[in-house]
């Protein structure tokens, strides 16, 4: 039977006064009025606000839940990957490493090797997260590109121990601790470092990617249920920008790996024991939790779920769970100048 819309019903009702209305038609509208279901358009207001906010907090219930058992198995991943990066907590209760240690040599190799693919992804990652917020294109956002693309070095630094840095008054030099060098054993997790420098370097000192940083704090402190602080919306995007690289390079590279392990390996620096913060970060675990309500893709990537059902995968996500054997954007970086 073709359904009767109850715009028909409202149709039939608003005849002028004087119009003849059939008392078939009539009783046919009452009848229908009667059995069919409520359309949203005459739910009253107050209903209507139920009804959407309890499919909000569904939503929300649903996600926390994919991001809590994506953690666990980033966290899992982690512990049987041989390329599992050291989480943050155990690299600070290491003694830093001589810069001639076969370890820091092998990772500022490994740094100096991605650079030049990390300057690539993390420009096309930071591109899309500003369409995605809407940050106008301005002079300043040009320089900031500008700045990220002159980038050329990699500094071990004894003294930085677990952390990477840049210096405002040396813009073209990526600082590792040694014990970061060594601690982050694949390309992916030293993709996502680069990325998260290169982040911090293309915002300068004149704070060009400000907007974005706002967007990204406020964002996630909704998807999250966080209140976060500018300056550590600061460090949050410059995660989601790696974490964002990884994907695209893990999409890119074919590899025999399960995209569980080689995505996981974007966050394993995060799986901590003690789960301390500062100022300026959020603690590791609440990084991990707040990059994954953000971007639930790369939840799904981690559990296998399927995608969410009228949303097109990300194009730089590989298909299925095994990376893809042929790259579709292969990545073509110029050989830096030194
Ligand atoms: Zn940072």
Redesign the pocket.
Known sequence: MPQRTPGNVKKNRRRRPGARLSCFALACALALASVAPVAPAQMPDARRAAEAAAERAAAGRDIDELVRRAMGVACAERELDPQGSAPIDEMQARPSLPLRHAEVVAGTQRAERLLPVAKILAAESLRRLLREYRVKESSAVRAAFARLSQVRWIKPDMELRDNASVLYKEPRTIRFGTIFLAGLRSDEGMLGVLS??LT?VADGAGGSLRALFRGVAQRAGSAAGLRITARRGE?LT?DLVGALAVRAYIARTPGVETLARRTARALAHNCVERDHTDRAHLSPRTTMRALLALDPALARELTGDPAEPGTSRDPSTPATRRTQRRAAHPIAPRTPRR
Do not use: S, T
Request: with cysteine; proline share 0%.
């Open positions: 998260h420098e911090h460090e410059c």
